[in-house]
């Protein structure tokens, strides 16, 4: 299982100590989030393999922050639990879990090459996923994991987003996390994004039409 210098399972939590009790915590290393700004923070800064919910605390948030968690943990290893009794309890089979982690792992922790490129995207806000009033963006360099867009827009009220490359056969926006955002000397914001809601097959094309290609050319 994952050593400290592994990849990361992230926790949604009210009782860290009595996870730290139970079976997970011997073979995970799980960063506990009591708060959802924590929890958010930390999805968007570390890179994990994992989440653990605890399913009535999920469920006490707001229904927007409850559609950030699923969008979230729709793509990672996740296992749900709930406290009874004074000990965790867990929905999800852990067997499972940790499966899923070992696979989900061994992908994750192949390098990611960022490569630059130039493309026109459409940008809405968390709010307008039907992209009613998005606005023009450009992205100047991607991986597998994420990529740099620009706008001329202010956005720094926002910490997630939607994409949508006109230039995939799957037009579906990709729902993103902030990571950061530099303002530039040319009214510019420079946005570091990481995709969070992005599908096999959007991924497969954005690697083989602009990440791959890339690549061969830097190498040239």
């Not at 996740?78 to 004074?86: A, F, M, N, P, Q």
């Not at 993103?176 to 097959?201: A, C, H, L, Q, Y």
Request: glycine letters at 4%.
């Amino acid at each position: 299982m994952p050593s400290n210098d592994k990849l990361s399972t992230i926790a949604f939590v009210d009782s860290p100590e009595k996870y730290k009790k139970s079976p997970i915590a011997n073979e995970f290393n799980i960063k506990y989030c009591l708060t959802l700004d924590n929890f958010i923070h930390e999805v968007l800064k570390e890179k994990f393999t994992g989440l653990i919910l605890d399913i009535p605390k999920v469920m006490k948030t707001p229904a927007y922050a409850r559609n950030r968690i699923f969008s979230i943990a729709a793509n990672h290893s996740l296992i749900r639990t709930k406290v009874e009794s004074g000990k965790v309890v867990f929905v999800d089979d852990l067997s499972t879990f940790k499966q899923s982690y070992i696979e989900n792992d061994c992908i994750m922790s192949r390098k990611s090459e960022r490569v630059k490129i130039n493309i026109p995207i459409r940008i809405s806000a968390e709010n307008d996923p039907a992209m009613a009033n998005s606005f023009d963006g450009m992205v100047q360099n991607i991986s597998k994991s994420g990529c740099l867009i620009s706008t001329t827009n202010d956005i720094f009220d926002q910490d997630f987003l939607h994409l949508k490359f006109d230039e995939l056969s799957n037009k579906l926006p990709i729902y993103v996390g902030i990571r950061w955002i530099k303002s530039t000397n040319d009214k510019m914001e420079g946005v570091g994004v990481k995709f969070i809601t992005i599908t096999p097959e959007q991924s497969s094309e954005l690697q083989q039409k602009y990440i791959t290609p890339n690549l061969k050319s830097d190498d040239s």
